[in-house]
């Protein structure tokens, strides 16, 4: 390898905050969306500060700093993990108000969206937290397979598996509603 | 569109909506307020990495004037007690400081090391409490993290620090030194007992370091005009030495700076050498004009150089690089230069018996009776290799010098009280090992009082698993899933594995012999057994883990590393890995059998698994995963 002297990274490897930081504020949108989706706004900002603590004191331990990135997704999915294994069930309701503004000033298309939200959102809180997660980094994140694979650290035969169980019983939920 | 492709399409839409929430401001600036009130074991090193003789008695006479500081120094170094005082007085204010650097008093000098401003701050101000006194009196105070740069620390408290109270130049009295601590951040103070650790006492204004070999020349010879600069645009750790003495350890990649002041005056030789040991270059340095030493290799070129500005000229000739590939199994041991510029004329007469055993800190070291061991400095061109039996050492890479476990005699002197050996003169194997069992002699071996779970304790609390992931699986049917090996075996043998200098991280190989292949193929160099890969935990001898080895079966749940980096899309590292394992994550990879009940590593992995299991008959959680291999196996048909 033909590196000059004068071309001399001034990487020093040691976990730095403002190294740190650099990296996980380019993706921290992107971590908010994840979280979001799998836990829901209200609790995403602190599920995704925990996820950025727990990265920070296990920074040392990434071999691989190019694998930054689907390392700091899979602690984002485990923090969403435990904060919906700890918070158990919750009730849930559905603002139309929010439903209607995405779906437009139609009335009755804002009906049909409403009310296909709410059997989303009804089916979604009864997907596991695995389910919820490879949802959110395939359609969320937009992410292939094989790097929803790489972030859950699953073969992608299971994130597939997953996905189409997940995609089924929301499907499920979709045609309750039209029936 | 098909119905199919419209759900899919409504689904794939939702879930965009899902996480379109709006991010909440200041949410990077809360994690750091949090993040840092615990400051990694591993953190930026302000602290000089250029070593010992920078502050040698001449030197520091010279340079500090404050002797004071000295005798306290030397009190600290030679192990008197330090003094820690009870009696709280009035509470000088901490108004007016730098956050950046929280002084304690207008005329003290705040040195937080690699401890962060807000931690520091708050660290001081919890000692004030006790000891406001010293506190507001204190030419300097310095605070830094207990576990050494460069290393990793298991201890009980994530936050740990020594602060250090100076007394005012001119002032003979005892140095208040006080441990500070807490779960995250500040919350206890105790008075520090026995000698501080030395990169505390590096930091220190004026402090006197241990020095392994005096400066070389004399007291009135001259200094570079610049300082010395190590550009390392290799991809790999370099190690400078001056005169056989560790100068500084550059990353790969990175450029490290020496001071003139910490460099010996003229002539001096430097030495460049990678971390097994092998020297890749050396240069005498003369007299004080600037110098560049320019060396190619097959991995980079390292610049070593002093002058006013960074030297710019051809790359060396690719055709005169070195190598770069190396016997893996070398292990670096410290050697003297093979001119020994300055060093003592002739070799000390004295003659040292000790058993060669291996060592982290220095790859070979010898073991007295007394249990201590002794760093060597061997003669130039001595290498070590881990083959078969233990550590052999090589003269020359050639010819064998000496086994582990050999009783040797070498020749040569001490350097300094409690330094290094110069093994200056003959080495003679006085009695060979018996086979190749490593002699050592534990210093926390197990006994016969300590319960099964005690002793394996004492094994595995040493090995710590390298923190691939943080991934945790709910069910057992799930960690089944993702394993790509599942066995039943016990831990036969251990040794030591790859080393991630700039992380500070060992690694160590342990062999299982397989009882019962669950699920998956074991990719082995040897029939019935594999090599599980794990971190060592800082400060812990692999000799005494040796003889720590449990006789207890586990339950193993692991990730062969070739294709973990195939998966992780590092493909170049898949051969060189395929024949090792890692546990799944840190704690439900393996499941110990204690007297017949299941047993984690980590107590805390009960609760990743939803129905528990810590206590439950090992013979049903066994039968449990073969279930679930086996259901897997019918899903998957």
């Known amino acids: 390898?033909?590196?000059?002297?004068?071309?001399?990274?001034?990487?020093?490897?040691?976990?730095?905050?403002?190294?740190?930081?650099?990296?996980?504020?380019?993706?921290?949108?992107?971590?908010?969306?994840?979280?979001?989706?799998?836990?829901?706004?209200?609790?995403?900002?602190?599920?995704?500060?925990?996820?950025?603590?727990?990265?920070?004191?296990?920074?040392?331990?990434?071999?691989?700093?190019?694998?930054?990135?689907?390392?700091?997704?899979?602690?984002?999915?485990?923090?969403?993990?435990?904060?919906?294994?700890?918070?158990?069930?919750?009730?849930?309701?559905?603002?139309?108000?929010?439903?209607?503004?995405?779906?437009?000033?139609?009335?009755?298309?804002?009906?049909?969206?409403?009310?296909?939200?709410?059997?989303?959102?009804?089916?979604?809180?009864?997907?596991?937290?695995?389910?919820?997660?490879?949802?959110?980094?395939?359609?969320?994140?937009?992410?292939?397979?094989?790097?929803?694979?790489?972030?859950?650290?699953?073969?992608?035969?299971?994130?597939?598996?997953?996905?189409?169980?997940?995609?089924t019983r929301l499907r499920s939920a979709l045609k309750e509603g039209s029936t | 569109m098909t119905d199919t492709d419209r759900d899919l399409a409504v689904i794939a839409d939702y879930m965009r909506r899902r996480g379109a929430a709006p991010l909440r401001a200041g949410l990077m600036a809360s994690a750091r307020a949090r993040a840092l009130r615990q400051a990694p074991e591993r953190d930026t090193a302000r602290t000089p990495l250029a070593a010992f003789w920078t502050r040698g008695p001449t030197a520091m006479a010279g340079a500090l004037g404050a002797l004071a500081t000295v005798a306290v120094l030397l009190g600290v170094l030679s192990g008197l007690p330090l003094g820690g005082t009870d009696a709280p007085a009035a509470d000088p204010s901490l108004d007016g400081q730098p956050s950046s650097s929280p002084a304690a008093s207008t005329s003290s000098t705040v040195i937080c090391g690699r401890i962060e401003a807000d931690a520091c701050q708050t660290a001081i101000e919890l000692v004030r409490e006790g000891h406001a006194t010293e506190v507001g009196d204190a030419s300097a105070i310095v605070v830094d993290d207990t576990c050494p740069p460069e290393a990793t620390c298991d201890r009980q408290y994530s936050f740990e620090v020594a602060v250090v109270l100076v007394p005012a130049e001119g002032v003979v009295g005892e140095l208040v030194a006080l441990r500070v601590f807490g779960a995250v951040s500040p919350e206890q103070v105790v008075t520090w007992t026995g000698a501080l650790p030395l990169h505390v006492i590096r930091l220190i204004p004026g402090a006197l370091v241990p020095s392994v070999l005096e400066p070389s020349s004399s007291p009135d010879g001259q200094r570079l005009a610049d300082p010395i600069v190590i550009s390392n645009a290799t991809d790999r750790p370099v190690t400078l030495l001056i005169d056989g003495v560790e100068a500084a350890n550059v990353p790969a990649r990175a450029e490290i700076t020496i001071l003139t002041r910490e460099v010996p005056p003229v002539p001096f030789r430097v030495e460049a050498r990678f971390a097994s040991g092998r020297v890749i270059?050396?240069?005498?340095?003369?007299?004080?004009?600037?110098?560049?030493?320019?060396?190619?290799?097959?991995?980079?070129?390292?610049?070593?150089?002093?002058?006013?500005?960074?030297?710019?000229?051809?790359?060396?000739?690719?055709?005169?690089?070195?190598?770069?590939?190396?016997?893996?199994?070398?292990?670096?041991?410290?050697?003297?230069?093979?001119?020994?510029?300055?060093?003592?004329?002739?070799?000390?007469?004295?003659?040292?018996?000790?058993?060669?055993?291996?060592?982290?800190?220095?790859?070979?070291?010898?073991?007295?009776?007394?249990?201590?061991?002794?760093?060597?400095?061997?003669?130039?061109?001595?290498?070590?290799?881990?083959?078969?039996?233990?550590?052999?050492?090589?003269?020359?890479?050639?010819?064998?010098?000496?086994?582990?476990?050999?009783?040797?005699?070498i020749g040569g002197g001490e350097t300094g009280s409690d330094g290094p050996w110069l093994a200056c003169g003959e080495i003679n194997v006085v009695s060979r090992a018996e086979g190749t069992a490593p002699a050592s002699t534990p210093s926390s071996a197990p006994t016969e009082a300590m319960g099964s779970l005690e002793r394996s304790d004492l094994f595995w609390g040493a090995l710590t698993m390298g923190a691939e992931t943080q991934q945790q699986w709910p069910a057992l049917a799930e960690v089944v899933e993702v394993s790509d090996l599942v066995v039943r075996g016990r831990v036969t043998d251990i040794r030591l594995g790859r080393t991630v200098a700039v992380a500070g991280v060992q690694f160590v190989l342990t062999t299982v012999q397989i009882e019962e292949v669950l699920k998956g193929t074991p990719a082995?160099?040897?029939?019935?057994?594999?090599?599980?890969?794990?971190?060592?935990?800082?400060?812990?001898?692999?000799?005494?883990?040796?003889?720590?080895i449990p006789e207890h079966e586990a339950l193993f749940f692991l990730s062969n590393q070739g294709l973990l980096a195939e998966r992780l899309g590092h493909p170049e590292d898949v051969a060189q890995y395929r024949f090792q394992y890692t546990e799944i994550n840190g704690s439900q990879g393996t499941l110990r059998d204690i007297d017949g009940t299941v047993r984690p590593i980590y107590e805390e992995a009960n609760g990743w698994f939803p129905d528990g299991f810590v206590g439950d008959s090992y013979v049903d959680l066994v039968q449990k995963a073969r279930d679930a291999v086996r259901e897997r196996r019918v899903e998957s048909d």
């Open chain 2, 524 to 548: 082995t160099r040897t029939t019935g057994t594999i090599e599980v890969e794990w971190w060592l935990a800082n400060g812990a001898d692999l000799t005494d883990l040796r003889a720590q």
């Open chain 2, 281 to 409: 270059g050396s240069r005498e340095v003369l007299d004080t004009r600037p110098f560049l030493m320019r060396i190619g290799s097959s991995c980079g070129v390292l610049d070593v150089w002093s002058a006013p500005t960074q030297p710019y000229g051809p790359r060396p000739d690719p055709a005169d690089d070195i190598d770069c590939d190396e016997d893996p199994e070398l292990v670096a041991v410290p050697t003297q230069p093979l001119v020994p510029v300055g060093t003592p004329a002739g070799c000390p007469a004295a003659l040292i018996e000790g058993t060669l055993v291996a060592d982290e800190r220095w790859g070979v070291a010898l073991a007295g009776t007394d249990d201590l061991r002794r760093k060597v400095l061997w003669p130039h061109g001595y290498t070590a290799r881990r083959e078969v039996g233990g550590l052999v050492l090589y003269e020359a890479g050639e010819s064998v010098v000496a086994r582990e476990g050999d009783v040797v005699t």
């Open chain 1, 1 to 167: 390898m033909a590196v000059e002297a004068g071309e001399v990274a001034r990487d020093r490897s040691r976990p730095v905050w403002s190294e740190f930081e650099a990296r996980a504020t380019s993706r921290l949108p992107e971590c908010h969306r994840l979280a979001a989706a799998i836990v829901g706004p209200d609790d995403a900002a602190d599920v995704v500060q925990d996820a950025l603590v727990e990265a920070w004191r296990a920074l040392a331990g990434l071999r691989d700093p190019n694998a930054f990135e689907p390392w700091l997704r899979s602690i984002v999915v485990n923090r969403c993990r435990n904060h919906l294994r700890g918070r158990g069930r919750r009730v849930r309701t559905i603002q139309l108000d929010a439903a209607a503004s995405i779906a437009g000033e139609d009335t009755g298309s804002v009906r049909l969206a409403a009310d296909q939200s709410d059997r989303l959102e009804r089916a979604f809180h009864r997907l596991s937290p695995d389910h919820r997660a490879v949802l959110a980094l395939r359609f969320t994140l937009d992410l292939p397979v094989r790097d929803v694979a790489l972030t859950l650290g699953v073969p992608e035969g299971t994130v597939k598996s997953r996905l189409n169980a997940a995609i």
